[in-house]
């Protein structure tokens, strides 16, 4: 298995503004996804980040709200950019290991006011 | 419209008692299969997996799954819950043999549990 660490793992922010979101990986990883779970909601996979190579969009997202970094293969980070209150949300990176299992970090808990 | 269900939004079980947790998908053939739960506050943890083989899969914390290709059904059991077991459960395809690598989720089912 691997390790996911995040960084904030909360945060309160303004309308507005950008909150850059950070996941590192104990263990060097190709695959790594970001994914979005609205309050009482399931998770939405926003993008799969490549290291290489440009980020991977779902529909719906776009990479001017949700920019993508992949500088190695064992960290990335997502930004949120000019936030509202309904991108309060938890956002969860998460990495594929052996066996095509994924594995998650703990979760950033955004709160837009 | 291919999906994956979840039909039991919330399940109240007593501790001790047994449990079954339902899931169906509706691609064209069969996906890879899991089971994720996240307790309160916390990140999702891989329960089991289904990829080819036997029908029964066992996984951590006492949980096992059956595969039913007829019933397009993957649902998740254990004989006895514990109070720790009180946390929301998801059930996942990756349809990568069909093209797309990616993991879709059910909409979750809450396990609460009663003394």
């Known amino acids: 298995s691997a390790v996911i660490s995040q960084k904030p793992s909360r945060d309160i922010c303004q309308r507005g503004t950008s909150l850059t979101i950070q996941c590192q990986v104990d263990?060097?990883?190709?695959?790594m996804f970001w994914y979005r779970q609205q309050p009482g909601q399931s998770l939405t996979l926003i993008a799969t980040a490549n290291q290489g190579s440009e980020a991977t969009y779902e529909s719906g997202f776009v990479i001017d709200k949700f920019p993508i970094s992949r500088p190695n293969l064992t960290f990335s980070t997502l930004t949120v950019s000019n936030m509202s209150p309904e991108d309060s949300s938890i956002y969860l990176c998460?990495?594929?290991?052996?066996?095509?299992?994924?594995?998650f970090g703990p979760g950033t808990r955004l709160t837009v006011t | 419209a291919q999906s994956v269900t979840q039909p039991d939004i919330h399940i109240t079980v007593s501790e001790g008692a047994s449990l079954e947790l339902r899931c169906n998908y509706s691609y064209g053939a069969t996906p890879y299969l899991f089971w994720y739960v996240q307790s309160p506050g916390q990140g999702l943890q891989l329960l089991l997996k289904?990829?080819?083989?036997?029908?029964l899969v066992q996984g951590i914390k006492g949980f096992e799954a059956e595969f039913k290709r007829s019933q397009s059904s993957f649902n998740l059991r254990k004989p006895s819950v514990h109070w720790s077991d009180a946390a929301e459960y998801f059930c996942?395809?990756?349809?990568?043999?069909?093209?797309?690598?990616?993991?879709?989720f059910g909409t979750g089912t809450r396990l609460t549990i009663i003394p």
């Open positions: 289904y990829f080819s083989g036997d029908t």
């Open positions: 998460s990495v594929e290991a052996k066996g095509y299992e994924q594995y």
């Open positions: 263990s060097q990883v190709t695959m």
């Open positions: 996942a395809v990756d349809r990568r043999g069909l093209g797309n690598e990616k993991l879709t």
